[in-house]
């Protein structure tokens, strides 16, 4: 069982940045997928990136070129550096993982077998 705490969330200018972490324990992460997901009430869950076991990426088109997935797997955790925030990014973040092929991440929440309870980011001025 490989439970997920997220930290470092709280409330930021637009414009600012944040780093949101993942911690794991329970199993080590080199051979899972990670991914980072956001909600908002009453919407659906959305990722916002994931990074496969071998290091590939991927983003939503809404934080390219701002948000940056970071895994370190000797210290069996993940972040995500997210830039130039925008009010929109307000939502609660997610951890998820789950064992995959080393070259795939999923962008749908029902792929992640495992999952944080969630860190709060609010972008306001």
């Known amino acids: 069982q490989v439970q997920l705490v997220e930290s470092g969330g709280g409330s930021v200018q637009p414009g600012g940045s944040l780093r949101i972490s993942c911690a794991a324990s329970?199993?080590?992460?080199?051979?899972?997928?990670i991914g980072w997901f956001r909600q908002v009430p009453g919407k659906e869950r959305e990722m916002v990136s994931c990074?496969?076991?071998?290091?590939?990426?991927l983003y939503a088109d809404s934080v390219k070129g701002r948000f940056m997935i970071l895994r370190d797997n000797a210290k069996n955790r993940a972040s995500l550096q997210m830039n130039n925030l925008k009010p929109e990014d307000t939502a609660d973040y997610y951890c998820?993982?789950?064992?995959?092929?080393?070259?795939?991440?999923?962008?749908?929440?029902?792929?992640?077998?495992?999952w944080g309870f969630g860190t709060q980011v609010t972008v306001s001025s």
């Open positions: 329970g199993a080590k992460l080199d051979r899972y997928a």
């Open positions: 990074v496969s076991s071998d290091g590939r990426e």
């Open positions: 998820a993982t789950a064992p995959t092929a080393d070259w795939y991440c999923g962008s749908r929440a029902d792929e992640y077998t495992y």
